[in-house]
């Protein structure tokens, strides 16, 4: 099955730097890449994602890079605020279909230090 | 509109008990999956619905393990003779039909401990 590794597992950057944050996958069928935050106590919440046809993707200070051919994805935060301090997932959707399940990676901890 | 949600949001089991876990998704969401989140990993897929039919349940780690949507709306995790390795937080996730990435929107889970 699909299994997807996730660097660093923690993050701690000052505020303004950036943060970013790598994904590689094994499945090359895969074809959707989200990517999640989840608060302490909280439900992981979609931030920003990807489809397979599409190489890069952008919303304000968050962008997602996908290369297919090397199987790997990253996130990429600018200009980074305390508000950012949180636990990051990125997942791959397996099995080819649009309602697939998700294969989260480890997670990454990152704190924004003000 | 009102989100996934899930109860409880605690529970405490002694070991051996049996426990049930209930997800009500968005309404309208056709798609609904559960994970199970150990402390400090990443969600691992246990089960998929698609309505009431369950599609894959490749992830259920025992048959202590069983879910159903009945009426393809709430679903229930049932875990029967609860052991401590089942403590963790489990999420459900629902998807729109019609979402062409589907996107998973997650409950807040319920965290389960087994004592």
């Known amino acids: 099955g699909e299994n997807v590794e996730q660097h660093p597992s923690t993050l701690s950057v000052q505020e303004g730097d950036s943060a970013v944050i790598k994904c590689t996958y094994s499945?090359?069928?895969?074809?959707?890449f989200p990517w999640y935050k989840q608060e302490l106590g909280k439900r992981p919440q979609l931030i920003i994602d990807i489809r397979s046809n599409v190489g890069e993707k952008k919303d304000q200070r968050i962008a997602v890079t996908l290369n297919k051919t090397a199987k790997h994805f990253s996130l990429h935060i600018t200009e980074t605020q305390p508000e950012d301090s949180a636990v990051y997932f990125c997942a791959a959707r397996t099995g080819g279909t649009s309602y697939g399940k998700l294969t989260f990676g480890q997670g990454t901890i990152l704190t924004v230090h003000p | 509109g009102a989100g996934v949600s899930q109860s409880p949001r605690y529970k405490v089991a002694k070991r051996g008990q049996d426990v049930a876990l209930r997800c009500d998704p968005i309404?309208?969401?056709?798609?609904l999956f559960w994970y199970q989140q150990a402390l400090g990993q990443g969600p691992e897929f246990l089960t998929y619905f698609q309505n009431e039919a369950q599609l894959d349940k490749s992830g259920l780690p025992s048959d202590r393990f069983f879910a159903e949507r009945p009426e393809g709306s709430v679903s229930t995790l049932k875990i029967q003779r609860t052991q401590q390795e089942d403590s963790a937080v489990y999420l459900c996730?629902?998807?729109?039909?019609?979402?062409?990435?589907?996107?998973?929107?997650f409950g807040p889970g319920t965290r389960l401990t087994v004592t």
């Open positions: 309404s309208g969401h056709v798609s």
């Open positions: 996730a629902s998807t729109q039909r019609t979402s062409p990435t589907g996107e998973q929107y």
């Open positions: 499945d090359s069928a895969s074809n959707y």
